[in-house]
T-cell receptor, first 116, second 112 residues
Framework: DGGITQSPKYLFRKEGQNVTLSCEQN?????MYWYRQDPGQGLRLIYY???????QKGDIAEGYSVSREKKESFPLTVTSAQKNPTAFYLC???????????????FGSGTRLTVV | SQQGEEDPQALSIQEGENATMNCSYK?????LQWYRQNSGRGLVHLIL?????REKHSGRLRVTLDTSKKSSSLLITASRAADTASYFC????????????FGKGTKLSVKP
């Protein structure tokens, strides 16, 4: 079955530590996204990528980094510069709109990151 | 902020009743999408309505779009306890900052 896999489901980070969240998709989607969700809040865009080896900052990119070395993979690193990283992180992918055709996003099941 | 806003923030109904959630947004869009999120899980795409469409149906879901009022509504008919979840609208402005801007969601509770 095609889909997006995020791992781990739960992650604990110590102060000053970098951690990497994994996101893999086998849907052959060109675009991939990382969102952050805080309790009772909507999703805020961290980074997105529409092609291998290229990515763009979203609204809250500070303290985060990404790479897109393969079409299937879009890992997110939460660096020690991110002062309030405790949140639920969601990865998504989609087909890029073309010729007026639009598509919904497919989401992974999320990673809950907690600072200890 | 271009973020859409859902209304109400929370809705509690009995099984069998209809649930209506609204979404308002600020600038012109290419399309508007509705998503569902069960507690602690990822979002699931429910329905996409293009800016030149006024109404779409999918099973028990009915979505309307009024571009003159910059608003959309999601109607779930004959609700079930399994419909309990948060529902988000997402707007596609066609901008370069990713494509979709998500609202804060409506938390729906359907009591058996």
């Amino acid at each position: 079955d095609g889909g997006i896999t995020q791992s781990p489901k739960y992650l604990f980070r110590k102060e000053g530590q970098n951690v990497t969240l994994s996101c893999e998709q086998n849907l052959n989607h060109d675009a991939m996204y990382w969102y952050r969700q805080d309790p009772g809040q909507g999703l805020r865009l961290i980074y997105y990528s529409q092609i291998v080896n290229d990515f763009q900052k979203g609204d809250i990119a500070e303290g985060y980094s990404v790479s897109r070395e393969k079409k299937e993979s879009f890992p997110l690193t939460v660096t020690s510069a991110q002062k309030n990283p405790t949140a639920f992180y969601l990865c998504a992918s989609s087909i890029i709109p073309r010729q007026g055709k639009y598509y919904g996003y497919t989401f992974g099941s999320g990673t809950r990151l907690t600072v200890v | 902020s271009q973020q859409g806003e859902e209304d109400p923030q929370a809705l509690s109904i009995q099984e069998g009743e209809n649930a209506t959630m609204n979404c308002s947004y600020k600038t012109s869009i290419n399309n508007l999408q509705w998503y569902r999120q069960n507690s602690g899980r990822g979002l699931v795409h429910l329905i996409l309505i293009r800016s030149n469409e006024r109404e779409k149906h999918s099973g028990r879901l009915r979505v309307t779009l009024d571009t003159s009022k910059k608003s959309s509504s999601l109607l779930i008919t004959a609700s079930r306890a399994a419909d309990t979840a948060s529902y988000f609208c997402a707007t596609d402005y066609g901008g370069s900052q990713g494509n979709l801007i998500f609202g804060k969601g409506t938390k729906l509770s359907v009591k058996p």
